[in-house]
């Protein structure tokens, strides 16, 4: 049903959308399939010589009488590191014309190379949308690239900012009587032209981003747009005028609410088998939450489902995220568990705005469950994530719970989990060679061993782990190696090395001088830049407890010792305690530091930075011994 209303809407638009086309007269800046022979001569950018490649132009025209979308984009390689620019994804309409050709310099001559049908990748998203990839031909440095597209198509953003440097973007969007939208424009970097209905950059700067980001996108140049209603005598549907006509328009798509309501597969087939006698509700939300990885996540973020069924995507054990998570919903209210769809943006999508409802900027969904007046946020399209966590792309802020057909509402969506890790070192300092021996262990809880078995399974074998290990950290060697729970998701990770540890202690006559934290330090600041427009976002809070005791031998003195110092931020959202001391010939160093709250503000960078420093600071304070 919601298939027809989108496509008379579309036809309606195309006939009625009555707008004075005054912009068509106006010269297009670029012309597909025209270029320049200036443009493959060109070696490198002057105003950024580190650029890989630059967008030469980047056009856009949305025509109201025949409600099209026209784009053409012109590419230029400068360096190796640019030739991903030959490959690009648009998420479009089907039956969308697209273009492409490569230009070279051959022999002082322009050869060209089209875009052929075979390297165009179309992949339906969810009803009409599709997901298009297409990989350029003939792409080398010195490249010049043009890619058109025409489709029936309302643009929903444009990003006048990129990674790399833009010469000139322009985007036409004409105003209409019948179709209501709304404007947002984000970014620190201003247009040259910004009114109503035309927005132009030139000479756009490369977005250089920063450590410990959200998504780039929610600070570069850029423009969205949200269809609010269609207004006109022979239809009228209201779009994303609040969050409540965002519900209902999701509550009436086939392959959202339909699904939510009608899927008797869960109810019938797969909560059957789940032992639930004598269960707890947080036991019940466990088996489920595991139950449901048996569709295995084909690596896809989703507000929809694929498949128009759950019982579908069980049978075929395979699902996008959306499967995944409306299996799980479907599962948990099976088996008498309240459960709602949370829909939101993904980290990488950008943040969802506090104040204009959004259909366009929804890319996600996870499950919202209460269990009497406490709730719990679960994505179970991670086989190596417990029910306690969240992936680090569904930590963005918050996100719409939809009750019910018009009844949605706001849920901040953060965790009370951290990246844990402890670390205890029983070590004897040898003065035959100046190296330590002992051993060496650690403890990772949450999402300290979340990512490092995420981490493990880029690796064929353990031994492979550990000469990767054994390489970033000179100087170690190991003798032995064991690790404990790394299948048991829910318990933290141990791991237990024997080693022999070289380079880590420095003889200058009789003196020798230890760094005492080891491979443990923290070398380098992280936050370089002199201020910060946007916030630093970690995701979750940190912590980690450090115990080092090193065994002098007897003819050892003890000459300098680094100062004990405790330092925290102004409201203990950051801290660190470091102390050394010896006793009976034992250096015993104790060391916590860590992170209390996941965001901070760029008003708070300066602070943070400074702490930082400071922590390194102490952190490469030596101990001075003496041999006798």
């Not at 998203?125 to 690239?145: D, Y």
């Not at 087939?269 to 990885?293: G, R």
């Not at 930075?609 to 390194?616: D, E, P, R, T, W």
Request: aromatic letters at 12%; charged letters at 25%.
């Amino acid at each position: 049903m919601e298939n027809k209303q989108i496509i008379l809407a579309s036809a309606l638009l195309a006939i009625l959308l009555l707008t004075t086309n005054t912009l068509l007269a106006q010269r297009q800046p670029i012309k597909f399939g025209k270029i320049d022979k200036k443009e493959l001569e060109k070696k490198f950018y002057e105003i950024d010589t580190s650029a890989s490649a630059i967008v030469l132009c980047d056009y856009g025209y949305f025509n109201d009488q025949d409600f099209t979308f026209t784009r053409i984009l012109r590419f230029k390689i400068l360096k190796r590191e640019g030739l991903s620019y030959g490959n690009h994804v648009f998420n479009l309409r089907e039956k969308t014309n697209i273009k492409g050709k490569t230009y070279n310099l051959e022999n002082g001559e322009i050869a060209t190379t089209k875009l052929k049908n075979e390297s165009i990748f179309k992949e339906r998203v969810v009803g009409r949308h599709q997901r298009t990839r297409i990989a350029m031909p003939n792409v080398k440095v010195g490249s010049v690239i043009d890619i058109e597209f025409v489709t029936k198509y309302f643009p929903v953003e444009w990003v006048f900012q990129w990674k790399i440097p833009v010469l000139y973007s322009e985007l036409i969007v004409p105003d209409s009587p019948y179709i209501q939208f709304r404007k947002n424009l984000f970014g620190f970097e201003p247009l040259k032209i910004n009114t109503s209905i035309r927005w132009v950059a030139e000479d756009m700067p490369a977005f250089k981003p920063e450590p410990y980001m959200n998504s780039f996108r929610n600070y570069i140049t850029r423009i969205e747009f949200d269809i609010l209603r269609i207004d006109h005598p022979l239809f009228h549907k209201i779009y994303t005028k609040t969050w409540e006509s965002v519900s209902s328009y999701l509550w009436e798509l086939s392959y959202f609410g339909d699904i939510l309501r009608n899927d008797l597969y869960t109810k019938h087939t797969i909560s059957k088998k789940l032992n639930l006698v004598n269960k707890t509700p947080e036991e019940k939300i466990k088996i489920a939450f595991e139950q449901v990885k048996n569709i295995k996540w084909d690596e896809r973020e989703s507000l929809y489902p694929i498949n128009h069924s759950v019982g579908k995507a069980y049978s075929e054990k395979i699902g996008n995220s959306a499967d995944i998570n409306f299996a799980l919903i479907q599962l948990l209210k099976s088996i008498g568990i309240e459960a709602y769809p949370l829909v939101m943006s993904s980290r990488d999508n950008g943040i969802l705005s506090l104040t204009h409802p959004s259909i366009n900027k929804l890319n996600y969904v996870i499950a919202y469950v209460l269990i009497d007046d406490k709730s719990y946020l679960l994505d179970a399209s991670e086989e190596l994530i417990p029910y306690t966590l969240l992936p680090m792309r569904a930590l963005n802020w918050y996100g719409q719970v939809i009750l019910d057909r018009r009844k949605i509402q706001k849920v901040d969506i953060s965790t009370n989990k951290k990246d844990k890790e402890t670390v205890f070192c029983n070590l004897n300092l040898q003065l035959s060679d100046y190296s330590l021996t002992g051993s060496y262990n650690l403890k990772r809880f949450d999402y300290a061993s979340y990512n490092f078995r995420k981490k493990l399974e880029n690796y064929n074998s353990t031994d492979e782990y550990l000469d990767e290990l054994i390489k970033d950290n000179p100087g170690l060697r190991i003798q032995d190696y064991k690790i404990k729970n790394i299948d048991s998701i829910y318990l933290p990770i141990i791991e237990s090395y024997e080693v022999k540890i070289d380079n880590q202690v420095i003889a200058i006559d009789d003196e020798l001088y230890i760094t005492p934290l080891l491979y443990e330090k923290i070398d380098k600041n992280p936050f370089n830049a002199p201020k910060r427009n946007y916030p630093v976002d970690f995701g979750y809070r940190r912590e980690k407890s450090i115990t080092i005791m090193i065994k002098l031998p007897e003819n050892c003195e003890l000459i300098e010792i680094p100062e004990p110092i405790s330092i925290k931020m102004p409201d203990n959202s950051a801290y660190f305690v470091y102390q050394i001391i010896l006793i009976n010939n034992m250096l015993q160093l104790s060391c916590k530091y860590g992170l209390n709250k996941a965001v901070f503000s760029p008003d708070e960078y300066p602070t943070l930075k400074n702490f930082y420093s400071k922590v390194i600071e102490k952190m490469a304070e030596p101990v001075i011994l003496k041999q006798n």
